[in-house]
């Protein structure tokens, strides 16, 4: 396969952005950005910036934007998705007629699909009409702000193809962000979808209080939890313990910077769920992914605890302190599966 000459980023959020910086600093020719608004597509054309959500970043030449898809995709060699990924569907719908017959598709989405409980590579395959080989995720602990500033950083490129996921990697490739590949594509998915849920629960539980052994429990219980649904779907578990798992689980739950993190202290402090995200702004992908988790989970008989606790917070009122006070009460059992024990 040929090097990547021509880049559609489909989605100009922060982190879709951040990573259009990356392409061009890694070499990229044409870096395109697709915006929904078209004045920000102009503010990012000509002010070199996008000023809604990385003001004080600029862009190098290669990056420009438009509003118009079919513009940004005309001639690309790959396609990234960068927008909310319970709007995947609706937004691929209208793309998926204009992608290239061998165009490589990289998912920077992290979330499950309301209703249908399908990962966003089960999706992009389904509506795209393309084949699995052809898609790529980029998943790890990668705060767009801190990868816009070139704050050394590394990410996984996972794919069914390795080619294709090789392909990716020296795409974005830089002196700031390390890319390593990975053929567990369901195992990072999780891994990338259930952090965000468990960011709100520990986001809950700082601004409730409570102090580092209790944020320690939480990310690694929370990380049990993930790799019980990996597990159950035949991932890998040593995916878990690496950037896609682990080391994303802790750059959102511990950062100022995440989204989730953040939401889950304003609903610690006893802000409503609408209260929250108006003054967030942004799109907290663990509100709604709570929901498809949880039912992911349980369609195959998986328990997870602090994702059932958060759903019950965002979506049925609970308080936050008694959602931890029942997570303590649950029974007692062995910290593995299959460890012995008396059942008293």
């Given at each position: 396969m040929s090097a990547i000459k021509r880049v559609a980023v489909l989605g100009s959020g922060s982190w879709g952005t951040a990573f259009a910086k990356v392409l061009a600093d890694a070499g990229t020719p044409e870096v395109t950005v697709w915006a929904r608004r078209p004045e920000l597509a102009a503010?990012?054309?000509?002010?070199?910036?996008?000023?809604?959500?990385?003001?004080?970043?600029?862009?190098?030449?290669?990056?420009?934007?438009?509003?118009?898809?079919?513009?940004?995709?005309?001639?690309?060699?790959?396609?990234?998705?960068?927008?909310?990924?319970?709007?995947?569907?609706?937004?691929?719908?209208?793309?998926?007629?204009?992608?290239?017959?061998?165009?490589?598709?990289?998912?920077?989405?992290?979330?499950?699909?309301?209703?249908?409980?399908?990962?966003?590579?089960?999706?992009?395959?389904?509506?795209?009409?393309?084949?699995?080989?052809r898609v790529t995720v980029v998943t790890g602990p990668n705060l767009a702000p801190e990868i816009a500033a070139e704050q050394v950083a590394g990410t996984v490129v996972a794919g069914r193809d390795i080619r294709r996921a090789e392909l990716v990697q020296r795409a974005i490739s830089t002196r700031y962000l390390r890319p390593y590949t990975n053929d567990d594509v369901v195992g990072c998915e999780l891994g990338g979808a259930v952090k965000n849920v468990i960011a709100l629960a520990y986001g809950m539980a700082a601004a409730l209080g409570f102090g580092d052994n209790t944020?320690?429990?939480?990310?690694?219980?929370?990380?049990?939890?993930?790799?019980?649904?990996?597990?159950?779907?035949?991932?890998?578990?040593?995916?878990?313990?690496?950037?896609?798992?682990?080391?994303?689980?802790?750059?959102?739950?511990?950062?100022?910077?995440?989204r989730n993190r953040t939401f889950g202290e304003r609903l610690g402090r006893g802000e409503t769920l609408e209260q929250a995200q108006a003054a967030t702004r942004q799109t907290a992908e663990g509100v709604k992914s709570c929901?498809?988790?949880?039912?992911?989970?349980?369609?195959?008989?998986?328990?997870?605890?602090?994702?059932?606790?958060?759903?019950?917070?965002?979506?049925?009122?609970?308080?936050?302190?008694?959602?931890?006070?029942?997570?303590?009460?649950?029974?007692?059992?062995?910290?593995?599966?299959?460890?012995?024990s008396t059942g008293q």
């Amino acid at each position: 396969m040929s090097a990547i000459k021509r880049v559609a980023v489909l989605g100009s959020g922060s982190w879709g952005t951040a990573f259009a910086k990356v392409l061009a600093d890694a070499g990229t020719p044409e870096v395109t950005v697709w915006a929904r608004r078209p004045e920000l597509a102009a503010a990012i054309r000509e002010r070199r910036v996008n000023p809604e959500y990385l003001p004080s970043t600029p862009l190098p030449r290669a990056v420009t934007a438009t509003a118009d898809a079919a513009e940004a995709l005309d001639g690309a060699d790959l396609v990234v998705l960068a927008v909310p990924s319970q709007t995947l569907r609706q937004n691929l719908a209208a793309w998926a007629g204009l992608i290239g017959p061998d165009a490589t598709l990289a998912s920077l989405m992290k979330g499950i699909e309301l209703g249908t409980l399908k990962r966003m590579s089960e999706v992009i395959v389904e509506v795209a009409g393309v084949e699995p080989e052809r898609v790529t995720v980029v998943t790890g602990p990668n705060l767009a702000p801190e990868i816009a500033a070139e704050q050394v950083a590394g990410t996984v490129v996972a794919g069914r193809d390795i080619r294709r996921a090789e392909l990716v990697q020296r795409a974005i490739s830089t002196r700031y962000l390390r890319p390593y590949t990975n053929d567990d594509v369901v195992g990072c998915e999780l891994g990338g979808a259930v952090k965000n849920v468990i960011a709100l629960a520990y986001g809950m539980a700082a601004a409730l209080g409570f102090g580092d052994n209790t944020r320690a429990t939480l990310i690694t219980r929370g990380l049990a939890e993930t790799a019980r649904l990996g597990a159950a779907f035949g991932a890998n578990p040593m995916t878990f313990a690496g950037l896609a798992g682990l080391g994303d689980l802790i750059a959102t739950c511990s950062s100022p910077l995440s989204r989730n993190r953040t939401f889950g202290e304003r609903l610690g402090r006893g802000e409503t769920l609408e209260q929250a995200q108006a003054a967030t702004r942004q799109t907290a992908e663990g509100v709604k992914s709570c929901l498809s988790i949880r039912d992911l989970a349980r369609s195959v008989g998986v328990e997870m605890p602090i994702t059932e606790q958060v759903e019950l917070v965002c979506h049925e009122g609970l308080d936050p302190l008694k959602a931890t006070t029942a997570l303590m009460a649950r029974e007692t059992k062995p910290e593995r599966p299959g460890m012995p024990s008396t059942g008293q």
